[in-house]
């Protein structure tokens, strides 16, 4: 008996393909009987396989010979029940061990020649921005990697950061990771929970497990926010899903000046004083170390390294040079650029040459009709954007410099997908320099953004551009990030490098593929199965199809026939080169357009109209209705419904129905030493009153934070300056309130309280009152409040302020000089 372990059956030219193995037919031929297990489709008798199927399978072929069973595809170990069991150790009955000979030590190894793996994500990016794909960002790293190896052009991601994410690092689709959309608006439904299920195990723990290193740099956007704190559990943290390193940010999006970094589950900090620090400069320098070590001591051991930049997601911060670089190359907008990038792609065989540039959303202006204070900021917003762009793969550069200079890059399966969603829209219509706003549902003015025209860019702001770019970025295509009913939502470049194991160069592949198919394609450069079970917890089959059979065959057929996509009501599926989907809502758009059960679906054979401009919903319902059902069957499949189309609401986790570190606790006591307290994790202080009571023993003339929480782009803070109590209210970054004593303070014991009586409504505002030993010292107008967050990569803190200071006037005076005994948050005071 001889078991084969299969990831896909491929038969062409008398050759049965099994796990990267290639078996003539004739071996076939000799095997008396094919035992079907787990339900194999049918076979002929000259007991040839003539199908192609992607699970997960076993197939035990009864032949002549050899008669033992093996594990073909990987020597005396069955990978496909992890971790790889330890043999029994034999018992000796020799008294000396002098006399006596030990026996094979058990190490799991990777199977021979498997590759590195490196996965390169660039965040927030379109399909027609880079270069390589015909954009106007130069990406010369991307592009030296595409001239040896292969552009993919029919590639998909999901959308949306986290889902993307969740996909791409387990092979599934990401409702059936629980990841329905971003881990901060999480629901208590199947599909959405934020929980991945057991029954997944990512990549990188399968590779772990399979005898690979592991290590993850840059964003990470896969841990439940409740989970996020020291009071874990670290199972969803990257060190517990696979990665052994892991150095960067748990969050969806960091301030590139002024990061908020993990090393593995511990906060670091580092040296952000440095004029030249940039955070991708950072996790590129952690790359290269922790890489350059690993091939030193073990250049035997192949890796796995995940390199998911934080770029070029808002904010858009980068290196004044690099930004310099576009001044002026965008002053023909918008539109013209959608023109001119067309035509490169056209020129470089990334579109077919009959495609036409889809419409543009109704809601974006055509560049001529804007004012030039307008154009003037628009232009400013894309070339900060670009550089942002070119920065961003000049590290990628230094990853793949190293690789050359170890000998290595031949030998390292790259996949650099560049983008997690279509380019994103949430900048709304004249973009912002305060991303927080659009978070907190207040919209800035034109004018507040000119005031801020020469900051951006830079640390002074958390910026991000107007939608027409992110249009503009997606060329062909007419919609953004979030819209997976369009494939300008989920349509991004991919380009794949292997020279040791792919021959073809410098070409396109258009065969249609999803995010979810680069797992079971690492799996199959690697020679590992998907494995059955993990831990004693059977898994599911893996949802994603290799790509390797389209590596060295052009013409090859698609074996993807069928994709769902949602995201937040957008929803849409694809089903042998045809396309139905509805927007329902756009990333501007505060609701939906109408309920989910009216909404207006759209119809395109997409394998003759590349950018879905030809609507053929009107002349072919019948395959409309048919596309709709279909949506439908995937939809429950896969945990997709019931389907949750509300978004900023979804942050609060009451309305959500998702867990919440604070259980409904209306009262919070921290000591010093609580920093780093992630907002997720903290207890809600918006859209209500509260009372904090610290009990302090301050020096003379103390200073220094007692509690805060937020940032520069957003947050309140109870503090000591000169010896004086004070309250500040940073509202998203606009207005700061600030409520001070004339009074200072003795030394000695004090109890100090901050009595906050809300207005009501959200983002209210109300009065502060601040009481030392029960008599009032100040007291003032709070004119706004943050509605819905202060910021995904600030935190609460006592006795400082770390990241970027909320009140910047106390900035490198934050660190409280007294004691602080307790500090209590009440936001239920007198009840």
């Not at 491929?10 to 078996?23: A, C, K, Q």
């Not at 007991?47 to 093996?70: D, G, H, Q, R, W």
């Not at 939906?592 to 401009?613: G, H, I, K, T």
């Not at 309305?655 to 000591?671: E, Q, V």
Request: negative net charge; hydrophobic residues 35%.
């Amino acid at each position: 008996m001889v078991i084969f372990t299969l990831d896909q059956y491929r038969l062409d030219d008398n050759v049965y393909h099994v796990e990267n193995r290639s078996i003539p037919d004739a071996t076939i031929k000799d095997c008396s009987a094919v035992v079907p297990i787990f339900g194999i489709p049918e076979t002929k008798s000259t007991m040839k396989i003539k199908f192609l199927y992607t699970a997960t399978l076993l197939v035990a072929l009864a032949c002549n010979s050899p008669k033992n069973e093996t594990t073909v595809s990987t020597g005396e170990m069955d990978r496909s029940v992890l971790p790889i069991k330890e043999p029994e150790a034999p018992t000796l009955s020799e008294l000396d061990a002098r006399n006596a000979k030990a026996p094979a030590r058990f190490q799991v190894k990777a199977p021979s020649k498997a590759p590195n793996v490196l996965v390169i994500l660039i965040d927030d990016i379109g399909f027609g921005h880079s270069s390589a794909f015909g954009g106007p960002i130069n990406m010369p790293n991307l592009e030296r990697l595409a001239s040896n190896g292969l552009k993919f052009n029919r590639f998909h991601t999901t959308a949306l950061c986290s889902p993307t994410r969740m996909a791409l690092l387990t092979g599934y689709n990401h409702h059936s990771n629980n990841a329905g959309a971003i881990m901060e608006v999480a629901t208590a439904f199947p599909g959405n929970t934020g929980i991945r299920p057991q029954s997944i195990t990512p990549i990188a723990n399968v590779l772990r497990m399979n005898g690979y290193s592991t290590a993850a740099f840059g964003k990470y956007h896969e841990t439940p926010p409740w989970e996020a704190s020291v009071s874990g559990p670290y199972d969803r943290w990257p060190t517990g899903s696979g990665f052994e390193k892991f150095y960067g940010f748990i969050g969806g999006e960091t301030n590139q000046w002024h990061p908020m970094v993990y090393d593995g589950t511990t906060r670091v900090f580092p040296k952000v004083d440095d004029p030249n620090y940039h955070f991708t400069n950072d996790m590129a320098d952690q790359a290269l170390a922790w890489m350059n070590t690993q091939q030193s001591l073990t250049p035997d051991k192949p890796f796995y390294m995940y390199f998911a930049t934080g770029a070029t997601h808002a904010p858009h911060h980068a290196p004044k040079e690099f930004i310099a670089k576009y001044k002026g190359k965008f002053s023909q907008g918008w539109d013209k650029l959608r023109e001119e990038t067309l035509e490169r792609q056209k020129k470089l065989g990334v579109v077919p040459q009959g495609t036409v540039l889809a419409p543009k959303p109704e809601a974006i202006k055509d560049w001529d009709q804007l004012t030039a204070d307008e154009r003037r900021l628009f232009e400013r917003q894309m070339e900060v954007f670009a550089g942002f762009g070119e920065h961003t793969d000049s590290q990628v550069g230094r990853l793949l410099d190293a690789l050359e200079a170890r000998g290595e890059l031949d030998n390292t399966l790259i996949f650099y997908i560049v983008g997690d969603n279509g380019s994103s829209a949430e900048g709304g219509m004249i973009g912002m320099f305060n991303e927080n706003t659009y978070f907190n549902a207040v919209q800035e003015t034109l004018d507040m953004q000119l005031s801020k025209i020469d900051k951006l860019g830079t640390e002074e702001t958390y910026n991000h551009f107007a939608a027409g770019w992110a249009v503009a970025g997606n060329t062909p295509f007419t919609w953004t990030k979030q819209v997976a009913s369009n494939f300008g939502g989920t349509r991004n470049g991919m380009v794949v490098h292997w020279p040791g194991g792919i021959k073809s160069k410098n070409e396109v592949r258009s065969q249609f593929h999803h995010v979810i198919d680069v797992a079971p394609t690492v799996y199959d450069a690697a020679g590992v199965p998907a494995p059955k079970t993990v831990y004693g917890i059977t898994q599911r089959p893996i949802e994603g199809m290799s790509m390797a059979y389209a590596f060295d065959n052009a013409a090859a057929p698609d074996v993807r026939k069928t994709q769902y996509f949602e995201m937040i009501g957008n929803r849409a599926i694809y089903s042998d080169g045809w396309f139905a989907g509805t927007i329902h809502k756009a990333p501007w758009e505060q609701q939906p357009r109408r309920p989910l059960a009216e909404d207006v679906w759209e119809l395109y054979n997409v394998n003759e109209d590349f950018s879905q401009a030809n609507n053929l919903a009107e002349s072919n319902p019948q395959k409309l209705e048919e596309l709709k059902k279909k949506f439908m069957e995937e939809a429950a499949k896969y945990h997709v419904l019931p389907i949750d189309d509300r978004s900023i609401e979804r942050f609060d986790p009451i309305i959500a129905g998702r867990p919440d570190l604070m259980n409904g606790r209306t009262k919070l006591t921290l000591y010093e030493g609580a920093t780093g307290i992630t907002e997720n994790a903290f207890i809600n202080v918006k859209n209500t009153s509260l009372k904090i009571t610290a009990e302090v023993d301050v020096p003379a003339n103390s200073s220094g934070v007692v509690l805060c929480q937020g940032g520069d782009f957003g947050g309140w803070t109870l503090y000591f300056l000169d010896g004086k109590p004070a309250y500040s209210y940073n509202w998203v970054g606009l207005e700061m309130y600030t409520v001070a004593s004339s009074q200072k303070v003795a030394a000695g014991k004090h109890t100090l309280v901050l009595d906050f009586a809300y207005e009501g409504g959200r983002g209210g505002g109300g009065t502060a009152t601040i009481l030392l030993d029960g008599n009032k010292i100040a007291d003032g107008k709070i004119g706004k409040t943050n509605s819905n967050t202060f910021g995904i990569d600030e935190s609460a803190d006592v006795g400082t302020d770390e990241n970027t200071p909320v009140y910047p006037p106390y900035a490198r005076k934050e660190k409280f000089n007294g004691r602080i005994n307790s500090v209590t948050i009440d936001t239920k005071p007198g009840n």
